[in-house]
């Protein structure tokens, strides 16, 4: 752009000084028509450094993904090219997956025959519930037998009271009555009784040892009568003692259960829970055996093949992968950026692409690099003999959504520029030497 401005310039001195001779071609005009151009270029490059500044290096920047396997084991397969595009999702390798299918079978098992016993545990506890309540069933029933028998008890003492009283009664009065019948017979030996009073005497003191006699029969048949009542009070004592001893039994039983089955974890037995996270872990241990791409990109300089064996160290990567996706960057010195503002034009120019301009925008400043922090150490910082030299800012891109699709291989350098809201009837001088400079990397300068 200097060279045609210089050209134009030119053309107009000669046209001025030597074709039409309007002014005269002497020192002070020679001096002057040299002098101007040199102002002229030097304040239009300092102001376009101010208001469009440029940078010769702009980097195409993309992500590199470490591969590393989750887990160890023999490689069985690499389905995929290096340097060749690949899609995300694609699979990147393979590891033998019998050792963990293996450990996967196990603990299915396990948990198979962890879940059957917390059935199990379940019905027993049920069983044992059923237990207790038959338990207290019998309980009450044999409660309510002994109080039957009680009352049975206290009946048969009553009766056998009532017998007593009567043996008692009929004994007085058969003494009573054999009292008389002597007393008769004395009368009736000196002729001053009966005999007919003797005789029914006799016969009432005869109707009494009878009746004494059924007396004191029935005055037995009660004792035994009682006697069987009390035992049959004992016999429900202790059907009552045992059906305590029962309940017992079957609550201590019941609570053993319940003690099983308390410890559980989201309403499941902790064994099971335990086997479960283990069978999970196992699982996805098992589907990590196959590793695939993390985004679109590429996987640079493959040397995975299969027979080796992989482990899962963080300084032992197996393959390196480029994302798809990239960022462009722009270094500029400090005072180049006072005018520059997120959301101003740029354009960029790579000899990747000659001939081509790509539109982008500025996305933000960066500000922040290297000189501007301090290792931990407990040493002193030094301060150096020199001043350090000034280090660069990198202004990230956005790339237009018209060249976005472009191809922009990792580590492409090239120039670019930035147009701020100044200056804006500058730009068209810096946007003409950005495209000469993009025309220029048609040309290949080497001899061989």
Known sequence: MEVLLLGIYSFFVWLIFIKFKWLPWNIVSQVTVAVIPIVALTSLILYLNVVAPSSADVRVI???????????????EVPVDGNRPIKKGDVLFKVDPTPYQLAVNQLEAQLATAQAADRELQETLKAATGKVAEAKSGIAQAKASVEGAKESVKAADAIVEQAASRVVEISARLELAKLRVGQYRELVGTGAGSRFELEKAETDAKDLDAQLVTARSAETEARASAAKARAALEQAKGVLSQANAGQSQAAAGERQVQEKLSGRVNDELAQVALIRAQLESAKWDLSQTVTYAPADGTVINLQLRPGAYVVPMPLQPVMSFVEEDYDAIALFMQNELVKVEPGNEAEVSLPTYPGRVIKATVDSIIWAQGQG???????IPQTGAAPVPPGRFPVRLKIADKDKGLFLAAGAVG????????????????????RVDSYLNYLILKMH
Request: net charge positive; aromatic share 4%; no cysteine.
């Open 415 to 434: 120039h670019g520029a930035i147009y701020t809201h100044n200056g804006e009837w500058s730009h068209i001088l810096r946007k003409v030497i950005l």
């Open 62 to 76: 993309k992500k590199v993904v470490q591969i590393l396997p989750q887990v160890r084991g023999r490689v069985i």
């Open 373 to 379: 922090q301090l290792a931990l150490s407990g040493n």
